[in-house]
Nanobody, 118 residues
C-alpha cells in the first residue's frame, strides 16, 4: 500500500484547501477511504470517510464545511475544506479503511500539513 497526500498549505481563517491522496497497491475502487488528522502532541482524529458506494461520513466538527470525494479512475481521494478555522490546523493523512476500521491501519503516508492562521 502506498499513499501520497498533498495539497496542504497556509491559509487564513475562512479560507479553503483541497487535499488529495493518491493511492496504489490495492484495489482502490473496492476500498473505503478515510481522512484523519493529527495535532502535535495528540493522537490521530477521524475526520471523514467515503465508501465504495460513495456514501460519506463526517465528524461533527467539520460537517457542512468539508467534502470528501473520490475518483476511482485516478485512484485518488479528495478532501475539500472550506470555512477553515484555526482548530483545523493539523497534519492530514488518508487510509484505505472505513470509519470503523481506520484505527487498525498501520502504513500511513507522510501526510500533508494544513495550517490555518492569520
Amino acid at each position: 500500500v502506498q499513499l501520497v497526500e498533498s495539497g496542504g498549505g497556509l491559509v487564513q481563517p475562512g479560507g479553503s484547501l483541497r487535499l488529495s491522496c493518491a493511492a496504489s497497491g490495492f484495489t482502490f475502487s473496492a476500498s473505503a477511504m478515510t481522512w484523519t488528522r493529527q495535532v502535535p502532541g495528540k493522537g490521530l482524529e477521524w475526520v471523514s470517510s467515503i465508501y465504495n458506494d460513495s456514501s460519506t461520513y463526517y465528524t461533527d466538527t467539520v460537517k457542512g464545511r468539508f467534502t470528501i470525494s473520490r475518483d476511482n479512475a485516478k485512484n485518488t481521494v479528495y478532501l475539500q475544506m472550506n470555512s477553515l478555522i484555526p482548530e483545523d490546523t493539523a497534519v492530514y493523512y488518508c487510509a484505505p479503511r472505513s470509519k470503523r476500521t481506520w484505527t487498525k491501519f498501520g502504513s500511513w503516508g507522510q501526510g500533508t500539513q494544513g495550517t490555518v492562521s492569520s
